[in-house]
């Protein structure tokens, strides 16, 4: 059957206060501190997801829901104009969601006030778009435990979609994926994230854990670049070298270029060096989406790469 979109993200989407670098230690006692840099930018693991693919000109709608304020209405206008449809519910009870990003090098440190995060729910997802998309990414896993991605994932490939998932991070430190990876095509996590949900104590063995039952895994694994593993295949990928600013949303612009190299067939190790490559360039500019790449500029910077048997 035909596809209206590529991609169907559904997951978070919210403003991003990014301020930085800051120093060490960051003062109470209502002290002022000037940082060198502010940014108010396109944020939620989602939304940047869906921007990055866009850009690489995938066909992206994204689902979720929003505050009826300032904060909803500057998420969808950044989303439209990056030529995302979007499916924003809109909540009358609660707000948007607001995150601030407090960056220090490579290393960031995050606060959000979840909003309507906590009420999203499988049915702000409208069910004919699941039937009209050929891929559908779930974000911020552990933030929307109404949103029933399981069962959402599920209806998707029932409808032939492939399904991939970011979990991010966990804040109640339980990692209880629960029964979504058995509706998951393609697990994305990054290194940390990656043991923690296998309890494994090494990059490889957590990817070797997630990589069963046909599913493929890549992980983000920051300046050591990133690796995939199918069951049986491991593919290793340095990270390209960019003139960085700050690292938020790398990972996301990361997930936009596997599934973009997936849609389009590419073979595994070319995949994940276009991934690598989207992650890096990404970091070029303040926030997750001010540098993400085009698919020529992406490919332009591939970065080698190298395979293992395991």
Not at 34 to 41: D, E, R, W
Not at 181 to 203: C, F, M, Q, S, Y
Not at 292 to 300: D, I, Y
């Amino acid at each position: 059957m035909p596809h209206d979109f590529d991609l169907l993200v559904v997951g978070d989407a919210n403003p991003d206060v990014v301020l930085g670098p800051v120093p060490d230690p960051i003062e109470f006692g209502q002290r002022e501190v000037l940082v060198p840099t502010g940014a108010i930018v396109l944020g939620g693991s989602g939304a940047i997801t869906a921007r990055g693919a866009a850009r690489l000109g995938l066909r992206v709608a994204f689902a979720g829901r929003v505050g009826r304020d300032h904060a909803g209405a500057m998420v969808r206008d950044l989303l439209t104009s990056s030529g995302v449809a979007c499916f924003l519910r809109l909540d009358d009870d609660a707000n948007t969601p607001v995150t601030t990003v407090l960056t220090r090098g490579s290393d960031r440190a995050i606060l959000t006030a979840s909003g309507t995060l906590a009420r999203t729910e499988a049915a702000d997802v409208p069910a004919e778009l699941l039937a009209a998309s050929r891929h559908v990414h779930a974000s911020s896993y552990f933030l929307m435990p109404r949103l029933a991605v399981p069962e959402l994932f599920r209806e998707a490939r029932r409808h032939g979609a492939t399904t991939s998932l970011d979990t991010n991070d966990d804040p109640s430190g339980r990692w209880d994926v629960g029964a979504v990876l058995a509706e998951t095509d393609v697990v994305l996590p990054n290194a940390a994230e990656a043991i923690k949900l296998t309890g494994r104590a090494t990059v490889r063995a957590a990817a070797a854990a997630l990589a069963v039952d046909g599913r493929l895994v890549a992980v983000k694994n920051g300046a050591d670049g990133a690796l995939s593993h199918d069951g049986t295949d491991i593919v290793e990928c340095p990270t390209a070298k960019v003139s960085t600013v700050d690292a938020v949303g790398a990972g996301d612009s990361f997930n936009a270029g596997f599934i973009t190299g997936l849609l389009h067939d590419m073979p595994p190790r070319q995949r994940l060096a276009l991934a690598v490559a989207c992650g890096a360039l990404s970091t070029r500019a303040a926030g997750g989406t001010a540098a993400q790449p085009t698919l020529a500029e992406a490919l332009g910077h591939l970065p080698s790469y190298r395979t293992d048997q395991s």
